[in-house]
């Protein structure tokens, strides 16, 4: 057994990041700024993206989008119950009602076949969430949009660097939300950018910032006035030069990063593939998963114990888990204002049962990875009916 214990999703921040915040701390702008607009246009570049607005989460991105479109009481928006929380908040937020659709067996995606029966005269939006990093089937997603005439506005907390048909999560023209949370694919501490086309992107740039028509770091700098307009009540989402100092170098190390993280995850995938008590992750074969989390799924009928005590079980073998996500159904908020039971969404709720994240980021060496290999090997074997 190890001796020290795995955290779940540690973040992996080098000398080059750290050397930058220095930089801009050291300088005369650390809040939005020179280092924030690069980072915007190295990210739009990278991922191919029409335009990109830099804030501070993944969640004021998903609420800016919400509001630069329009969404509003009376509207209806359909999502995942498969996500987390922050989705559908920001829904609760804009003062729209989330509709919740249940999700595929396989990726634990938005079932696009279930999602055209939800749709009601009150429906402005779909809003799917590529969970785990597996992009949603978006060629189905985008067809029952245009039937309807619906936005469609992408979760990819997940998704960076993940693929649909070749094109990157985030080329496309519809808003698409990314986060750069400490445990995520590419972090800034806190963090997130806004993807779409550019005029919509403009619009949101005023929302995200007070609804000024002018961006405050202009203002200040020497081809800048001190005139500005307000033209909306909007929020104080930006981000800060400190966190693009991060994003700047972790993007550059991206590619390293995602071939590191599809090692761990092949390595998964090979150890656990042939155990019959276990189900690995699917990829389909025309996507590229980004593999922000490895979700392995117990069979539970063929084990003595439940998917909690799996995770004790591991914990006692230093192997740090987590579990994404408790089904937005489940949660007190949500289940009293909207009747919800358990059984609304089977396949959310039954997959949520016997789900474990394992530690998956480009932190581990291969002796981790042995490490969890092993002790999950060593608990089925234990335990196996
Ligand atoms: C992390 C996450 C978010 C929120 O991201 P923040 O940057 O922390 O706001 C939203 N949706 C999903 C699916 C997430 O995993």
Redesign the pocket.
């Given at each position: 057994m190890r001796d020290t214990f795995l955290p779940f999703s540690p973040p992996l921040i080098e000398d080059e990041e750290i050397n930058e915040v220095i930089k801009t701390l050291k300088s005369d702008w650390i809040t939005t700024g020179p280092k924030t607009k690069r980072f915007e246009e190295e990210f739009k570049n990278y991922f191919n993206a029409p335009s990109a607005l830099a804030l501070n989460?993944?969640?004021?991105a998903l609420h800016t989008a919400l509001v630069t479109l329009g969404i509003g009481p009376g509207d209806e928006v359909i999502t995942t119950p498969m996500?987390?929380c922050?989705?559908v908040n920001v829904i609760e937020h804009v003062g729209a009602r989330p509709v919740l659709v249940d999700i595929e067996a396989d990726t634990l995606n938005i079932d696009p076949e279930k999602i055209e029966t939800a749709i009601t005269p009150r429906t402005k939006a779909i809003l799917p969430?590529h969970y785990s990093g597996h992009p949603v089937e978006l060629d189905s997603i985008y067809e029952i949009a245009n039937k309807y005439n619906l936005f469609v506005i992408e979760?990819a907390?997940?998704a960076l660097s993940a693929r649909y048909k070749g094109k990157f999560i985030g080329s496309t023209t519809n808003p698409v939300c990314f986060?750069?949370?400490a445990t995520?694919n590419l972090t800034t501490a806190?963090?997130?950018m806004l993807t779409g086309d550019p005029e919509f992107i403009e619009k949101a740039r005023i929302i995200s910032l007070h609804g000024m028509s002018r961006d405050a770091w202009k203002r200040y700098s020497k081809e800048g006035s001190w005139y500005y307009e307000v033209v909306f009540p909007g929020f104080k989402y930006n981000m800060t030069d400190i966190q693009a100092s991060l994003g700047l170098w972790q993007l550059k190390k991206i590619d390293r990063f995602q071939r590191r993280r599809r090692e761990i995850a092949k390595m998964y995938n090979e150890a656990f593939s042939k155990e019959e008590t276990l189900e690995v992750p699917v990829e389909r074969p025309y996507v590229e998963h980004s593999w922000h989390l490895y979700v392995l799924r117990l069979k539970i009928e063929s084990l003595k114990i439940g998917r909690d005590e799996f995770i004790e079980e591991l914990n006692k073998r230093k192997i740090g888990t987590s579990v994404h996500f408790i089904p937005i159904h489940l949660h007190p908020y949500y289940k009293n204002k909207y009747g919800f039971k358990p059984a609304d969404f089977p396949v959310a709720y039954s997959n949520y049962l016997r789900m474990i994240s394992l530690p998956l980021c480009p932190r581990l060496n291969n002796k981790d990875v042995q490490d969890v290999i092993e002790a999950v090997l060593d608990i089925v074997r234990i335990y196996k009916r």
């Open positions: 989460s993944c969640t004021a996500t987390f922050a989705s969430v979760d907390a997940h986060s750069f949370y995520k806190e963090g997130g």
